[in-house]
């Protein structure tokens, strides 16, 4: 089974910091995907990544960034949190995007930003 | 543009009753179909899905069949259980980096 691990399940953070949630996956898949989940708004896509160094923007990329050094890691940067970006962050992984393959995602990480 | 739309919730039933959660979906392709289940607490994950049209979709007793006349991916269930109580999303990839993702139906079953 593919596992999709992310660095943490809960976090609170002061606005201003930066802050790293690292996403992890096990099954040699070549493209992962940040979306923030926020209610009434379903899921949003931030970036994802098709290759190492690779990466695109998604449809809300403003405020982020995300870092691809190995194919198994895909981190997602908030380079000065604010309050607005207080939110549940979930990471996904996919194997062949041509081949219209589902997506793995991993549990979610909770950010506040207080 | 592509999209998907289902049905708004909550949906609340009692154990044992017939679920159907709608779903349409627009593309200028021929997408793949999903459906992803999402527990308290957890992330998504995929339930079932179709490829083509007139596929059926099965798992865990959910079932949704793939029809492209009226562009619909319905999700039924013969007989819920209070273990079934989740958020269910309806999704759609015509074979680009984006998976369109319904806004998510929240689905309540007493006991």
């Known amino acids: 089974d593919v596992k999709v691990t992310q660095s943490s399940r809960y976090l609170v953070k002061r606005t201003g910091e930066k802050v790293f949630l690292e996403c992890v996956q096990d099954?040699?898949?070549?493209?992962m995907f940040w979306y923030r989940q926020d209610p009434g708004l379903g899921l949003r896509l931030i970036y994802f990544s098709y290759d190492v160094k690779m990466k695109e923007k998604g449809d809300i990329p403003e405020g982020y960034s995300v870092s691809r050094e190995k194919k198994e890691r895909f981190s997602l940067i908030l380079e000065s949190a604010s309050t607005n970006q207080t939110s549940m962050y979930l990471c996904?992984?996919?194997?062949?995007?041509?081949?219209?393959?589902?997506?793995?995602f991993g549990p979610g990480t909770r950010l506040t930003v207080t | 543009g592509d999209s998907v739309t289902q049905m708004e919730g909550p949906v609340t039933l009692s154990e044992e009753a017939f679920l159907t959660i709608n779903c349409t979906y627009t593309a200028t392709g021929y997408p793949s179909l999903f459906w992803y289940v999402q527990y308290p607490g957890e992330g998504l994950q995929l339930l079932l899905k179709a490829t083509k049209a007139d596929d059926k979709g099965s798992n865990k007793g959910f079932e949704a069949t793939y029809r492209k006349e009226t562009t619909s991916f319905h999700l039924e269930k013969g007989s819920v259980q209070v273990s079934d109580s989740a958020v269910y999303f309806c999704?759609?990839?015509?074979?680009?980096?984006?998976?369109?993702f319904g806004a998510g139906t929240r689905l309540f079953v007493k006991a």
């Open positions: 999704a759609q990839n015509t074979g680009g980096f984006k998976t369109i």
């Open positions: 996904a992984s996919t194997l062949r995007v041509d081949r219209k393959d589902e997506q793995y």
């Open positions: 099954m040699d898949h070549e493209n």
